[in-house]
């Protein structure tokens, strides 16, 4: 499988040599935990999201999933339904090694699982003042920033927000626009600047 299909996600697909599939056995989750854990180093009951509430999640038919590579979990990405009821899929948290197009393949495979289910559009929220995470969220997914959510998330405790507001922009991807379908097959969405600007 390789770039985003309107084919409906297999149990464990594989993108770019990385293996994508479900995750619902607790072991299976303390082991996002802790790679949660190495990516954020939050303050002890400050994780984004625990164990127990992963297994709800999964239980309950929302999209919990795992990267791995050579066997070893290196990303992870857990989402739940969201409103309008039956369209939406909120991608809460995702995590992956940097640089090595698994948090690409990861929405690859949330997208396709998305899909399968007659969903319409995912949304997520990221820091707007990250460079990196606006580009890929707005130019290699093609996802639209909607809405600017001041303070969001309050005052948060881990090594990547610590002293930094929690303002987020939601994005929001539509699966099947065309701006989304050209970035599915590797043309990243690049928005026209007008001349005078």
Same mark, same amino acid.
């Not at 007659?118 to 820091?127: M, P, S, V």
């Not at 990196?132 to 093609?142: C, I, M, T």
């Given at each position: 499988m390789s770039g985003i299909t309107d084919r409906p996600a297999p149990g464990g697909a594989r993108v770019n040599g990385v293996e994508l599939r479900e995750l619902h056995s607790i072991e299976e989750l303390e082991e996002v935990f802790?790679?949660?854990d190495d990516i954020w180093h939050p303050d002890? @009951?400050?994780?984004? $999201? =625990?164990?127990?509430?992963?297994?709800?999640?999964?239980?309950a038919g929302n999209y919990v999933a795992g990267a791995y590579e050579g066997g070893r979990l290196v990303g992870a990405s857990v989402?739940?339904?969201?409103?309008?009821?039956?369209?939406?899929?909120?991608?809460?948290?995702t995590g992956a090694a940097v640089g090595r197009g698994i948090g690409f393949a990861l929405k690859l495979h949330q997208r396709a699982w998305a899909l399968e289910r @007659?969903?319409?559009? $995912? =949304?997520?929220?990221?820091?707007p003042l990250v460079r990196?995470?606006?580009?890929?969220?707005?130019?290699?997914?093609?996802a639209r920033p909607e809405e600017y959510l001041p303070s969001f998330y309050g005052v948060m405790a881990d090594a990547i927000n610590t002293g930094d507001e929690s303002d987020r922009m939601l994005a929001v991807w539509r699966l099947t626009e065309p701006r989304v379908l050209a970035a599915a097959r590797g043309e990243p969405h690049r928005p026209q600047i007008p001349p005078d600007a």
């Open positions: 802790r790679l949660f002890p @009951g400050s994780a984004p $999201i =625990t164990v127990e509430l992963m297994r709800a999640l999964s239980h989402g739940f339904l969201a409103a309008p009821a039956g369209r939406v899929l909120h991608s809460h948290v @007659g969903l319409e559009r $995912i =949304t997520w929220t990221y820091d990196r995470n606006a580009h890929f969220n707005l130019v290699k997914l093609g």
